[in-house]
């Protein structure tokens, strides 16, 4: 399945759509992180895009996508814990698109304000993030509207604009990890290792309190897993994607389970060390890396930060411990 990524000419083309509106993000050697690490650590700071987030790059690209193809829907509609409903928030605003974006009850409360302050129509309903996807199926259905998935092909062009960035910038990487919430962080990270023959590893990181992904790519068949995580929302997925599990099940180098407390750990750790705020996700390769800090000795490592958005009494908890 490997013919879904995009290409080298497909990813250069999609930095010239999402350069209109943000330049590329920075990648820093942090001392105190590498330190922390015992070994050369980047850190590409994905926290820094105007959504706070790296999901804005495929929203700027599914969209473009979307214009080229024919006459823009009147309204899209989709699901998220946040990041991803932000990023269509942003392009669908550019583009004078509706949109409405549901989310499962309890989701971040500072996501929410962010979508709506995007022009978001917000819907809450279900328990996780399958339940508030099932619904935007049935209201797309229902009104005739465009449902944008959160893996597609015109997602993953732009998302592999970072990584293509990060690897150019930082061609010395020996292994990269990336947190996998619904896969096209990790793909777009295989297709920019591809696209300029890079060697890095490509070293997937899951949540181990919402396990679908480990398990079905151990078992190379979808396996649906319970969500229990309370910190690491973006990671929160109960049911692999078949099309970006047919990608990583035999190009991931391998998979790392963290832990609620690991990821915990790993904000505080980030924010002291870089002084940059990360969400449970956002931190999660941070928390894979120390996992296997012994093995990574003398090793060139890059970390995605994928994204920053938490809401302030989570981390001022996070902070105290």
Known sequence: MTHLLPSLADIEAAATVVYRDFPPTPQYRWGLLSERLGTECWLKHENHTPVGAF???????????L????????EVISATRGNHGQSMGWAARRHGVACTIVVPQGNSVEKNAAMRALGVTLVEHGDDFQEAREHALHLAQERGAHMVPSFHPDLLRGVATYWWEFLRAVP?????????????????????????????????????????YADSIAARRVVEAPVTTQLAD????????QAALDVLMDTLDHVV????????????????DTHNVAEGAGAAALAAALQEREALRGQCVGLALTGGNVDAPVFSEVLSL
């Open 67 to 74: 214009a080229r193809r024919g006459p823009l829907p009147s």
């Open 234 to 241: 973006g990671m929160a997925c109960r049911v692999a994607d």
């Open 55 to 65: 999901k804005i790059r495929g929203g700027l690209t599914y969209f473009d996508q």
């Open 257 to 272: 389970q963290v832990s609620d407390t690991e990821v915990a750990s790993a904000m505080h750790a980030l924010f002291t």
């Open 172 to 212: 010395q990487l020996d292994v990269a990890y990336v947190p996998i919430g619904q896969g096209s962080g990790a793909c777009s990270a295989i297709a920019a290792k591809r696209a300029l023959g890079h060697g890095v590893r490509i070293v997937g990181v899951v949540s181990r309190h919402a396990t679908t």
